[in-house]
């Protein structure tokens, strides 16, 4: 998974910005208008669409709008709330705030019982980065701590876990509790260890090797990098 660099204030750490969801652009075709489509290619573009991290904010942005339109028509609203998640993503990326947080909203206001749970836990992580961008350090600790109550080993896209473990761990980190952010970063590193995720696992690492170099641990701060 990609991540980029952090807009909170502390130096040189990365975090998971979003969950969900892009879809590798080159496999898809040209978006078509809803009407065209049929609901096998919908569902197909759709379960691309939220297999893999949101890299072309713009380009999946509009492949969103394009398939929330199909499931408004169909009252998918299970369908809609992951698209608004994806969409919350696209605008985080885009710096548009206030279309995020509307974004973000809607999702949870659309999830209802039998909702993929997954899918509320990328609108979490969506939600734990617009505030981790706007300075809401606080609020950040409380939204990633509640979606990490609600995880389940057995669910495989791990990257939105990975993703409440690191944005916590900044927000700790901006509010002195370097403790708390080193916690968060081992466990990160453990997990994608485990699992074989080596890019999640180097960006664990850099941020322990961030943390050390704040504290004053220089020697330390050189193995992690």
Request: glycine letters at 6%; one cysteine or more.
């Amino acid at each position: 998974m990609r991540t980029v660099r952090a807009r909170a204030k502390m130096p040189g750490t990365t975090r998971k910005p979003y969950g969900p969801l892009v879809v590798l652009l080159s496999s898809l075709v040209p978006a078509q208008p809803a009407s065209a489509q049929s609901p096998s290619s919908t569902d197909d573009r759709f379960e691309q669409l939220i297999a893999a991290p949101v890299k072309d904010h713009a380009r999946t942005l509009e492949i969103a709008d394009s398939l929330l339109e199909r499931y408004a028509a169909a009252r998918d609203t299970c369908r809609m709330s992951w698209l608004h998640s994806v969409r919350s993503a696209c605008f985080d990326g885009l710096g548009r705030y206030d279309a995020e947080m509307a974004a973000v909203h809607r999702s949870m206001e659309l999830f209802r019982p039998g909702c993929d749970s997954v899918g509320l836990l990328s609108t979490y992580t969506n939600l734990g980065s617009l505030y981790l961008s706007l300075g809401e350090f606080t609020k950040v600790d409380s939204i990633c701590t509640q979606a990490l109550a609600l995880w389940n080993p057995a669910w495989k896209q791990t990257r939105f876990r990975n993703g409440l473990h690191t944005n916590r761990a900044i927000a700790r980190a901006n509010m002195g509790d370097i403790e708390g952010a080193q916690r968060d970063f081992r466990e990160n590193l453990r997990l994608a260890s485990a699992e074989g995720n080596q890019l999640d696992a180097y960006d664990a690492l850099s941020n322990l090797g961030v943390i050390k170099g704040m504290i004053g641990e220089y020697d330390s701060s050189d193995h992690f990098f």
